[in-house]
Nanobody
Framework: EDYLEQSGGGSVQAGGSLRLSCIASGFSFEDFDMSWYRQGPDNECELVSAISSDGTTYYEDSVKGRFTVSQELTVSSHIAKNTVYLQMNSLKPEDTAVYYC??????????????????WGQGTQVTVSS
């Protein structure tokens, strides 16, 4: 069974840090990306960061130098499990959003979950107060 399960998030003051985690299981992780998206009050889905199977990373300009994506791939009983992290430092109020992990990457138009070509985590709220 394939699934994505998120944890982490919460509320923090500006300048603080949070770490998001996403456990993905049941997927093939060869030649595929894992991504973090966020959706703010405008309901537009924004690609924040991505990491490929070879460790290549991508960051949206506004989070470069503040966010770090990483992954831990394990195989047990022939089942691959990938835990993807998003370490968020120096958080700003404009980082406030619902954050989603996804199996896949690329631009999403409109709300994140409207994209039926990706698998999505359940989402987690990040709130940064000034």
């Amino acid at each position: 069974e394939d699934y994505l399960e998120q944890s982490g998030g919460g509320s923090v003051q500006a300048g603080g840090s949070l770490r998001l985690s996403c456990i993905a299981s049941g997927f093939s992780f060869e030649d595929f990306d894992m991504s973090w998206y966020r959706q703010g009050p405008d309901n537009e889905c924004e690609l924040v960061s991505a990491i490929s199977s070879d460790g290549t990373t991508y960051y949206e300009d506004s989070v470069k130098g503040r966010f770090t994506v990483s992954q831990e791939l394990t195989v047990s009983s022939h089942i691959a499990k990938n835990t993807v992290y998003l370490q968020m430092n120096s958080l700003k109020p404009e980082d406030t959003a619902v954050y989603y992990c996804a199996y896949g990457s690329g631009v999403v138009v409109g709300p994140c979950l409207d994209d039926e070509y990706k698998y999505w985590g359940q989402g987690t709220q990040v709130t940064v107060s000034s």
